[in-house]
């Protein structure tokens, strides 16, 4: 790519979880036993070649830095490749004015220290394997001045209801409206946008547009105005919106499906995290496990069945873990059953849990269940 290009993940777009986001971002939260769901977003950036990488943090700021240190792990071009964690410091002190866009208004400096071309933002609840590149290009040849990435979905009625639904002609937004379920079939925003540097210092800094307070609104400000170029760009691959703990315990078991799994996992677009140097999983001679993930540093000495092990879980003898996700450094004790549930970390579980199918319980951080 000979432009270049500014990442920026906007954690301030997340949904909450309940209980399981209380003390972490959605972007940090643990994602098929050893990823963050962040992972996936900074991945796309990586593998489409953006070295300057920016995450915009509203809160638990703790959450996302432990997780994310330095960002080296998603930039290939560590000589030149720059990477920052964003903060609104008046907006943690009022909160009223921490949102996504002041947040960039305050942390603008980044647009001017670095020389780049394009700006792309992406959120980390909305997971997909789209290369940025293609969209970019998308945008130059169309001489847009914003270029939105959207999906047509036919379940608009039950999912991505944090999002906007997009009307077009040919290619142009005429209407982005948030999205009501009225619809099945719709044109879905995956809150992904392309901007060119000198207009989004415009939008950030023009008194016409002082009155928004999000940059979801900014958008519909300008769209509704059809002073810019704003276009469509629809994306065909894997994606998923999270903005629900059911949607996360759905769509996590979903990739236990090789061809799920096949479509986002590709040999060529590797989605790295933070590295650990942990020993493989320990199985137990009275391990039986099927249709799971196991993380490293795991150890089975129980029956697991279409679940999610994250690392340092330990599982023991006559214990049964089915159609859960386990958060790190779980222990599930001798002989307890534990069915239809999702349980943080560092919880340790001596009597059974059963949720249910289409309601899996919350066991919260640390709890002791007996």
């Given at each position: 790519?000979?432009?270049?290009?500014?990442?920026?993940?906007?954690?301030?777009?997340?949904?909450?979880?309940?209980?399981?986001?209380?003390?972490?971002?959605?972007?940090?939260?643990?994602?098929?036993?050893?990823?963050?769901?962040?992972?996936?977003?900074?991945?796309?950036?990586?593998?489409?070649?953006?070295?300057?990488?920016?995450?915009?943090?509203?809160?638990?700021?703790?959450?996302?830095?432990?997780?994310?240190?330095?960002?080296?792990?998603?930039?290939?071009?560590?000589?030149?490749?720059?990477?920052?964690?964003?903060?609104?410091?008046?907006?943690?002190?009022?909160?009223?004015?921490?949102?996504?866009?002041?947040?960039?208004?305050?942390?603008?400096?980044?647009?001017?220290?670095?020389?780049?071309?394009?700006?792309?933002?992406?959120?980390?609840?909305?997971?997909?394997?789209?290369?940025?590149?293609?969209?970019?290009?998308?945008?130059?040849?169309?001489?847009?001045?914003?270029?939105?990435?959207?999906?047509?979905?036919?379940?608009?009625?039950?999912?991505?209801?944090?999002?906007?639904?997009?009307?077009?002609?040919?290619?142009?937004?005429?209407d982005y409206v948030q999205?009501?379920?009225?619809?099945?079939?719709?044109?879905?925003?995956?809150?992904t946008y392309v901007v060119?540097?000198?207009?989004?210092?415009?939008?950030?800094?023009?008194?016409?547009?002082?009155?928004?307070?999000?940059?979801?609104?900014?958008?519909?400000?300008?769209?509704?105005?059809?002073?810019?170029?704003?276009?469509?760009?629809?994306?065909?691959?894997?994606?998923?919106?999270?903005?629900?703990?059911?949607?996360?315990?759905?769509?996590?078991?979903?990739?236990?499906?090789?061809?799920?799994?096949?479509?986002?996992?590709?040999?060529?677009?590797?989605?790295?995290?933070?590295?650990?140097?942990?020993?493989?999983?320990?199985?137990?001679?009275?391990?039986?496990?099927?249709?799971?993930?196991?993380?490293?540093?795991?150890?089975?000495?129980?029956?697991?069945?279409?679940?999610?092990?994250?690392?340092?879980?330990?599982?023991?003898?006559?214990?049964?873990v089915k159609n859960s996700?386990?958060?790190?450094?779980?222990?599930?004790?001798?002989?307890?059953?534990?069915?239809?549930?999702?349980?943080?970390?560092?919880?340790?579980?001596?009597?059974?849990?059963?949720?249910?199918?289409?309601?899996?319980?919350?066991?919260?951080?640390?709890?002791?269940?007996?």
């Open positions: 790519m000979s432009n270049k290009i500014l990442g920026i993940l906007n954690l301030y777009d997340s949904p909450s979880l309940g209980g399981l986001t209380k003390n972490r971002t959605l972007g940090s939260t643990s994602f098929l036993g050893r990823f963050a769901l962040m992972d996936f977003a900074l991945s796309n950036f990586t593998n489409s070649d953006i070295d300057e990488i920016n995450v915009l943090v509203k809160d638990n700021f703790r959450s996302v830095a432990k997780h994310a240190g330095t960002l080296k792990s998603w930039v290939n071009n560590t000589k030149i490749g720059r990477q920052n964690i964003l903060i609104n410091e008046k907006g943690i002190r009022d909160p009223k004015y921490n949102s996504d866009l002041n947040a960039l208004r305050e942390n603008d400096w980044i647009l001017y220290e670095v020389d780049v071309d394009y700006v792309v933002i992406a959120p980390a609840h909305i997971l997909t394997s789209i290369d940025f590149r293609e969209v970019i290009d998308f945008h130059i040849k169309n001489e847009a001045d914003v270029t939105i990435v959207y999906k047509h979905i036919k379940d608009a009625d039950t999912t991505f209801l944090t999002s906007n639904v997009l009307t077009l002609d040919e290619n142009v937004i005429v999205n009501k379920g009225k619809s099945a079939e719709a044109n879905v925003s995956l809150r060119s540097k000198e207009a989004f210092i415009k939008w950030l800094r023009h008194r016409d547009y002082r009155d928004a307070t999000s940059l979801r609104m900014l958008l519909e400000t300008i769209i509704s105005e059809q002073e810019e170029k704003v276009l469509g760009y629809e994306y065909t691959g894997y994606a998923r919106c999270i903005d629900s703990l059911e949607h996360f315990v759905e769509y996590s078991f979903e990739f236990l499906d090789v061809k799920v799994a096949d479509e986002v996992f590709r040999s060529d677009w590797p989605i790295y995290t933070l590295s650990r140097n942990t020993p493989p999983t320990l199985y137990g001679p009275k391990a039986n496990v099927k249709n799971s993930f196991i993380a490293n540093g795991a150890k089975v000495n129980g029956k697991v069945d279409s679940s999610i092990i994250s690392r340092y879980v330990e599982v023991e003898e006559g214990a049964s996700v386990i958060l790190t450094e779980v222990v599930i004790k001798k002989g307890v059953k534990v069915e239809n549930a999702v349980i943080d970390k560092y919880a340790t579980i001596e009597n059974d849990v059963i949720g249910k199918e289409d309601e899996h319980i919350y066991v919260p951080q640390g709890k002791k269940v007996r």
